[in-house]
């Protein structure tokens, strides 16, 4: 079973960064959700297990997932921030499945409260 | 980008009830729609893939259907631990995207 452990709660000022890191215990593929306040879920990238990544349009310009197999952690850069990116941050493992990717095992979220 | 749409976004229900939720994707989807639960401070939990299969250790009171663009989740015989916000997920094709949500309430 994957599991999945985040990082913990960040306070930032707008136009900074923020690296939130999840540590899988397998070699999975790893995507990124986010939630912002009475938001529903919105998925931002994947980062497959040799480290290679896509990206939602959304965030293209401002996001970086990296791998680092030798801690098994996966790291969710975003970059530029605004305080739109008040949220909730999961990551979560796939399952392939009946020729689809579905997120079978999540985090347990990582707050990120930007403010000026 | 594919558009989900879930409604409704509050069911007021009581122990016991059967509710069903529904999704409506802006194109065929075929069959590739998830469904996932959240509870505040939790982990959110995969119930279905395939728009109807369940996962493992899901009760079988959660029961999908649904292909093409109209889906739907429903719950028999509500419990309390069942109170809590559902979302839909198409997995046909990036960016995923996922319905509004749907919070159910207890009356």
């Known amino acids: 079973q994957e599991q999945l452990v985040q990082s913990g709660a960040e306070v930032k000022k707008t136009g900074a960064s923020v690296k939130v890191s999840c540590r899988a215990s397998?070699?999975?593929?790893i995507h990124w959700v986010r939630q912002a306040p009475g938001q529903g879920l919105e998925w931002m990238g994947i980062?497959?297990?040799?480290?290679?990544?896509a990206y939602s349009e959304k965030f293209q310009d401002r996001v970086a997932m990296t791998r680092d197999t030798s801690t098994s952690t996966v790291y969710m850069e975003l970059t530029s921030l605004r305080s739109e990116d008040t949220a909730l941050y999961y990551c979560?493992?796939?399952?392939?499945?009946?020729?689809?990717?579905?997120?079978?095992?999540w985090g347990q979220g990582t707050l990120v409260t930007v403010s000026s | 980008d594919i558009q989900m749409t879930q409604s409704p976004s509050s069911l007021p229900a009581s122990v016991g009830d059967t509710v069903t939720i529904s999704c409506r994707a802006s194109q065929n989807i075929n069959n590739y729609l998830g469904w996932y639960q959240l509870k505040p401070g939790k982990a959110p939990r995969f119930l279905i893939h395939g728009a109807s299969t369940l996962q493992t250790g899901v009760p079988s009171r959660f029961s999908g259907s649904g292909s093409g663009t109209d889906f739907s989740l429903t719950i028999s015989s509500l419990q309390p631990e069942d109170f809590a916000t559902y979302f839909c997920q198409q997995s046909y094709s990036t960016p995923y995207t996922f319905g509004q949500g749907t919070k159910l309430e207890i009356k």
């Open positions: 980062v497959n297990p040799s480290g290679g990544t």
């Open positions: 979560t493992a796939a399952a392939h499945l009946d020729d689809a990717e579905y997120f079978q095992h």
């Open positions: 397998g070699h999975t593929y």
